[in-house]
Structures are given as C-alpha cells and as structure tokens.
C-alpha cells in the first residue's frame, strides 16, 4: 500500500524549457574537407562545453574561487618563508602572537593558510566542494561572512578555552597549545553549517551529521589547536547561519528511515575502524583518543642495537641505553587487518545485516578491553585511579591516565549504542553461513598457532632467553593478536633472528587475512539473506501464481512463512506478542482451497497463537464463511482496469492537463528497475525518499507500505518521471502479481516526489503508467489501499467491531495530517477506479485489542512512548502549517 500524499495544485509551476533544441541545418562538408575536421570540431565543441560549465560554475561561486586562491598563494608563500619581510609577519596566528604581541590579524590569517603541502592539498577540494556548494545555497556575502567571521569567532572561544584547559582543566586532554594554529578546515565547517541552514529537512540533517562527525574526528584522534577550533565552528556556524536568515527550524528528532539510520550507525562503526589508523599515522599527538596510537608501536625494541621488551623481567631493556627503538617499524601495518575487517563490518551493518552489528559490538567490547589490558585498566585498579591521579607528579600523567580511561570506555559506549538501535539492521544470517564463518575463524587460529609453535618449537635457540614448548603454549594467543596490541611487559620471550621474526610475526598475518575474508564472506554473501531457504521457496511459489494484491509483500524482510503441506500453498505472518498478523491472504496455486485457511488456523494454534488476517479481499473471505469468524473494513483498494484505460471525457480533465504540463516541461516517463537505474538516478530516488521521511513526525511505516529498501528487488518494476536535464521529478514502484503464465497485474506502492518539483507529475506517472501496462496485456492495476481511511462506512459484523470501527477512524483522522491516507484516497479517485474492501478476518472480538496492538507494532515497530506522548500532545495543539 502507498504511503505518500499525491496532490495536485490547481494553478501549475511555469514550464521548464527543455534543453537540446533542434540546431539549424547546416550545408553538407566539401569534398576538400580535411577527413580529421569533423573529429576537431567535435572535440573543439566538447571541450567549449566543458570551459563555458567550468565558466558558469565560478561566476557563480567568486568568494569560493577568491578563498581559495588567497590560501594557496599564502601557504606556499609560507612553506618558503616564515616572515615575508613586509614588516609584519602575517601568519603569526598563534595565542601569545595576538594576545601578546598584538598581531590582531593572526585571528583571520589562521584560516587563510594551510600548515604543509598534505594539509594545501586536501583542503583545496574542501574549499572548492563544500564552500561552492554553501556560496550557492547562502550567496557570496553569506558565505563569506560564515567562512571569516565565524573563524574568527571560533578562534577567539579556542583560544578562551585552551588558556583555562592549561590554567584550570590540566588533567582533561583537550588539544595542543595555541602556538601555530593554521587551520582552513575551520572555515569549511563554519560555512558548510552555516549553508546547512538553508537546505531542507534531509540535507540539513546530513551536512550537520558529517560535519560534526568530520570535526569530531579530527579533534579526539589528533587533537592540535586548530582541530579545537574546527569543533567550535560547528555550533558557532549553526549560529551564523540563524543569524544571516537561515531557517530556524525548531530543534527536533528528525526522522530517518531505516537506510539512512543504518548509514549513521555505519559510519560510527567504520570511525572506529579508521580513527586508531589516523592516531597511529599522526602518533601521540594531545587529543582524547590520540593514545591509540600506541597501538602502532612494535612491543619488542632495540636498545643500542641489542633486541629487549621494555619492562619484560625476561628480555629487559638496559636502563642505559641511549637509543631505544622499534625493533620492526613495520609492525603497525598488522593491526590494519583487524582494522579493514572492521570496515567490512561497517559495511555490512549498512546492508543491514544484524550479524554484522553483533560483530561490530564484540569487536568494541575486544577493544575496550585490549585498552584496559594495555594501560593497566583493569577492575581491581580501578579503587586506586583517582588516588593514583593525587600521587602523579605532573600534569602529562594525570592528562594520560585520563585519556586512558576515555579510550577504554569509548568503545564500550559505541556498543550499548548499537544494541539500542539494533531495529534498524534486521536481516539476519542463516545457521549454515553462520557456522562456516565460526569454523573458518577456528580453522584459521589453529593453522597459525600450529605454525607458530611448529616453527618457534624448530628455531627454539633462536629466542631469548631459553624457551621451552610450555612457554611457547602460554604465549600462542598473543601470537594470533597484532604484535603492536600485545604490551611489551607481558612478553616471556623475543625474537632474535630474522627466521624466528617470522614466526613471531607471521602468524598474526595469517589469522588477520583468515579474520578480514571471513567477515567479508559473512556480511557479502548473498547466501546471508534472512530465512533464505523459506524466502526463496516462498517466492518460487509466488510466481508459480495465485494469491491476492498483496502477496507480493510477504517477500520483504520481517514475514515468516507457513506452508502447506498438502497442497501448493503458503502464507506470509508476523508474530507480535501472542498475535500472528498475516500479509494478505494465502498464495499459490491453491491458495483457494479453504482448507489451506483451517490448517494455518491450527498451526496457530498449535503455537498458541491468535490468527488474523489482514488485508485480504472479498475472494479470500469466503474461505472464513463456515467459520463463523468475524470481519472488519480497513481499508479500500482502488483497482484500475488497464485494457479499458481511456482519459476522455470531462471526468478525466485533472488527468489530461497533468500529462499535457509534464509533456510541455519536457518531463518524459521511463519505467525500468532498480538494476537497471544508473548510481546518479539511484541516488536521486533515495534523496527524495528520505527527505520525505525526514519530514515526518513519526517513524517510517512498515508492514504493508514498502519504502526505499524494497526497491532494489528486480521484479518490482519503477516509472520515473525525468525531465530534460536528467533530474528525476518524482517515482513510483509497482509490485507485480503473478498468474500461472507470469506478470498478470501490478500493485502501486512507492510514491515519492521532489518536495518542490512540478505539480501533477504523480497523476503523469500513473497514467503513464496504465499506458505502458495497456501495452504489455497486463489484466489488472491496483493503486493498492490507504490503511486507516475509507470512502464509505465500511462492514462489520457486530457491536464490538463497530466500536473498535470508530476507534480507527478518529486514529485516521489524527494520523492525517502526519500521513495523509485519507488525502491519498481521494486522489485516487481521478483514476476513476473500481473500489474494493480489503478485510481484517478474526476469529472473535475479545481478541481485537491485542490485534490492533499487533497491527500497530507491525506498522511502526520503533514507536516509543515517547513518540506516541509527543504525537498526542502535538494533534492536541493547533498548529500552522508552513
């Protein structure tokens, strides 16, 4: 069932132009025409093309395009010269320059010089990118006022901060001192946050989310002065962008569906994955997090060229060394293998794959506790922290001690959170992919324990001091871990040779390649599909043919299925409390059999469970009729008959103006699937889709009304409408319904358009798209039912339904204005359609409140009570609607 509001304005947009009229002819080439002329021109005109975009492209972005010409001509003026002998020194940018030798400028230079050649090179497709795109979402005076003022601003409250973190908070690890504090990506943040402000719902929330996750980042992993002053522009640009005229819209919980839910929780899982290889290339700088560094540091060292583990009581390092190093600086690259598996975990939870956040979780917890196990966390130490904290003699330790804390319990926070959120990635595993992951990880642990020991056992006099095979099996498991996370002090023995390096280092090799294609194979096999076996059985009976309008919809994730086993025939439900709600009535072949209907009634049974069947149409009913079960109306369903389709007539005027303003528009129709879609139309559906989602109140329905995810299906067909420049203005997706010959009918169900694109373009694409059905012999079109409304007073069979009839309208009309169902009704009424009940069949009415609580968490299965409180509290306060 569709789940958006098609409205049609009476008074149209003024038409688009399209692009690509017809040139004027031109005379036909010579025959003393040079054979290579007309590849010259085309590549002449091609690359016209490209300078006149380019062209356009700056004349319209001068502050982005000014910004970054100033910054790169001041940096490399700077990387040659500290002072540019003009009298003054113009980026002296740090505390003690402004404050105390009065170099005022320094609070606006600081954000118009990169710091190094790396630092100019990234920042420029920033600057170019993200200030582009805000000059031309704010204008060049707004941008520029973002970018400038709101640096400054920043710098002014950094500065603020970093004389109270070194005066009063000397134990909180915030940042490095404002001595050199370059830093364009404060610029960057500011303008993007402050253009964030007038986007809309969707957009704002991503370029506020990135933003702060880019800043945050920055700031816990690496932690320099100019990284404070990126965090600070986050907030301040949000403040800029109200005060420059931005929307100020009133801060809420902004809805998201469930795919962009799953990209959030993605990337925080990815963070964790990269964050640790950015403090390890940057190394212990001073932020919070900067101690993951040490992770990238070999436990066995070289003092003066002699091999130690410092504080090993086995292999000590002289106390008077000069020079202690690495013994194998190259060691760090290991600790990438659990690294690039994490990020293979993050993008299975962004494929909503819940084995993939229950990875993602013990891989936190693994983590906080290799942390506790690397600094000494561990519970019986923890009594003595803050005592210790009393006894340290300077402020770098206390600093330490509490950054130690904080990288410990970090990870242990990101897993909490993903277990609260665990709703949103729901497909699960099945056992057998399961257990081949569980045994290739056992597999490969014990090929590269056996080889270390085989092969530490064979070069034995090769490690000091002298090991014998019990030392060998004490220390197998930290063979199997990156050497950089095991802590030097635990060592019992060393390498000394480069033979025994290679079984010191070796197996962790081994195990990490094992553990990075295990987890791949897990989270990307397609065998991984939730209920696989059933589903795909399932689905095989689906297209052999019978079942009503929603069959379809038992193939989406959430149903489990029933089948019959003396006939071809299943059925789709979901459990919720001691109710099984079906998906549409049974399907298959014999899907009429009312015996098919007692024997799912008593497998319910069986399980203690009270049947209901939900949305199933007049044909199906019968089945109940010597039951003696009971009925309820919930919705109507609008069935269009495309070999009869037709749009003269009056009755069919709306229609015809829609099809005639698109075609003007040039706006053309083009039904294909989602395989089929290139990555920028794919990319332009979800926007639309969740900018819709954001809009909302409540959480993105389920059960019956299919979203963003159900697209990619290849049997679901989708009519775009496109216009001249390839931007799609709205989309629809149609479920198919199969007779024994194949496709015979299809059901609409996704409807989503540009909140501000050309009105009557949803009545283009359903006529569009019963033209196209017409064509290909398809019997029927359902434009599916709106839950919750109805054009007439509907059927029931007694008092209590009747009650309970009410009930569900007054919900229906307060659900309206949030999702409009009543609205969608009544425009698909231009359709002039045949309307049909669906039913809700059950078997008495003592039953129906734990039903319609059934219903409700099959809908809308997040829904909190904080929700539900703030929904009621908003229906009971008028409110204007902008």
Known sequence: MSDDTARSASSPKSPRVAPGAPAATRPAATATTHPAAPAEKKSASRFDRTASAIGRWARRRPATIALTLVIAALSVTGFASSTYGWGWDILATGQDDVFVEHHWWGIFTAFLAADGWPSLIAVVPLLLVVVGESERLMGTWRVLVAYLGGSATAALVGFAISYAERTVLEYVPLSAASVDTLSPATGVVCAAMAASAFTGALWRRRIRLFATLFAVTLFLYAGGAGDLFALLAVPIGLGVGFLVGGSRSRFRLVRSSHHETRVLLASIVALGGVGPILAGQIGTGDGLLSLYGALSFDPVSS?????????????????????????????ALISVFPMVALLFIAWGVFLGRRVALWLAVIANVLLSTAISIYFGLTPASLPQLFPTMNELDTAVDRRALVSFIVCALLPLAVAVFLIVMRRHVAVRSTRSVLQRFVVTIAAGALTAAAVSFVGTWMLREQFRPAISAVDILRELPLRLAPPSFVVSDSLGFIPTTPWADLFWYGPSVIFGVVLVAAVARLVLSPSAVPGSDDRLRARALLE??????????????????????????????????????????????????????????????????????????????????????????????????????????????????????AERAGIVAEWTSWPEMSLSKRSQVQAMSEAWVADKELPEMEFTLGGFDELADPAVRIMLAVDGEGQIEAATSWLPSYGPDGVIGYTLDFMRRRADGMNGTMEFLIAKSATTMQAEGIQFMSLSGAPLAKSGGGGHTDAEASTIARLLDYIGTSLEPVYGFRSLLNFKRKFQPTFVPLWLVYPDAVNLPAIGV???????????VADAARFVRDMREPRAVV
Not at 854 to 864: C, E, H, K
């Open 303 to 331: 003092a003066d060229g002699v091999l130690c583990a410092l504080g090993s009581t086995s292999a000590p390092c002289s106390s008077t060394a000069d020079s202690l190093l690495d013994a194998h600086s190259a060691v």
């Open 544 to 661: 052999q043919g019978g079942g009503d309008t929603l069959a379809f919809m038992s193939t989406w994730p959430g149903n489990s299925f029933w089948f019959d086993a003396e006939s071809r025939a299943a059925v789709a439900y979901r459990v919720r409390g001691a109710v099984a709600v079906t998906t549409g009535g049974p399907f298959g072949p014999d899907c009429d059999d009312p015996a098919v209907v007692r024997r799912f009634i008593r497998f319910c049974g069986d399980n203690g469970w009270t049947p209901a069947f939900y949305g199933i149409d007049d044909r199906s009913v019968s089945a109940f009729d010597d039951l003696g079960w009971h009925r309820l109306e919930i919705a109507e369903e609008a069935i269009v008959l495309p070999q009869q389709w037709s749009t003269t007539g009056k009755k069919w005027q709306d229609i015809r103006t829609s099809i005639n303003r």
């Open 854 to 864: 059934a219903l409700v968490r099959s809908y809308i299965p997040g829904l909190s």
